[in-house]
T-cell receptor, first 110, second 111 residues
Framework: DGGITQSPKYLFRKEGQNVTLSCEQN?????MYWYRQDPGQGLRLIYYSQIVNDFQKGDIAEGYSVSREKKESFPLTVTSAQKNPTAFYLC?????????FGSGTRLTVV | DAKTTQPPSMDCAEGRAANLPCNHS???????VYWYRQIHSQGPQYIIH???NNETNEMASLIITEDRKSSTLILPHATLRDTAVYYCIVRLFYNFNKFYFGSGTKLNVKP
């Protein structure tokens, strides 16, 4: 089945450590996105990529970095510069007008 | 993109129609109305979208008022599995990267 795989589902890290969240899709979609969701809130756009080797900052890019070396993969690194990294992270891809989401990674920094 | 306003929560009895309202009074002529839903701790799922006309698919119906300032998502026969947060989003038709998800409406379907 085609879809988006985010791993791991739960991730724990110590404060000050960088951590990379994985996002892989087999939908052959060109565009991919990373969103952050805090409890009881909507989704906020972190980064997006419309094509391989290209990506753009979203509304809350500070403290995050991404790469897009392959069409299928769009990993997100949460750096130590991100002041409040504990959140639910969602990856999505797009073909046409609609977004398809993964099941998310819940990151907890202690 | 136009701002949307949704009630924070609604209840619906199982088997009954769920009608979820959304106000988008500043919508412009080339902005689409989208609906997504998010079941707890999962990624949002696309439901339906429209520009001017009412739309229906296997999941739901979308009713857009004639002046396009508001819309209603209708789940014709709500089940317990429809309990979720429903997001109404307005997006420029060419601005594929700007899907703004607000706080949405938490729909509680009760037996």
């Amino acid at each position: 089945d085609g879809g988006i795989t985010q791993s791991p589902k739960y991730l724990f890290r110590k404060e000050g450590q960088n951590v990379t969240l994985s996002c892989e899709q087999n939908l052959n979609h060109d565009a991919m996105y990373w969103y952050r969701q805090d409890p009881g809130q909507g989704l906020r756009l972190i980064y997006y990529s419309q094509i391989v080797n290209d990506f753009q900052k979203g509304d809350i890019a500070e403290g995050y970095s991404v790469s897009r070396e392959k069409k299928e993969s769009f990993p997100l690194t949460v750096t130590s510069a991100q002041k409040n990294p504990t959140a639910f992270y969602l990856c999505a891809s797009r073909a046409g007008q609609n977004l398809t989401f993964g099941s998310g990674t819940r990151l907890t920094v202690v | 993109d136009a701002k949307t306003t949704q009630p924070p929560s609604m209840d619906c009895a199982e088997g009954r129609a769920a009608n979820l309202p959304c106000n988008h009074s500043t919508i412009s002529g080339n902005e689409y109305v989208y609906w997504y839903r998010q079941i707890h701790s999962q990624g949002p799922q696309y439901i339906i979208h429209g520009l001017k006309n009412n739309e229906t698919n296997e999941m739901a119906s979308l009713i857009i008022t004639e002046d396009r300032k508001s819309s209603t998502l209708i789940l014709p026969h709500a089940t317990l599995r429809d309990t979720a947060v429903y997001y109404c989003i307005v997006r420029l038709f060419y601005n594929f990267n700007k899907f703004y998800f607000g706080s949405g409406t938490k729909l509680n379907v009760k037996p």
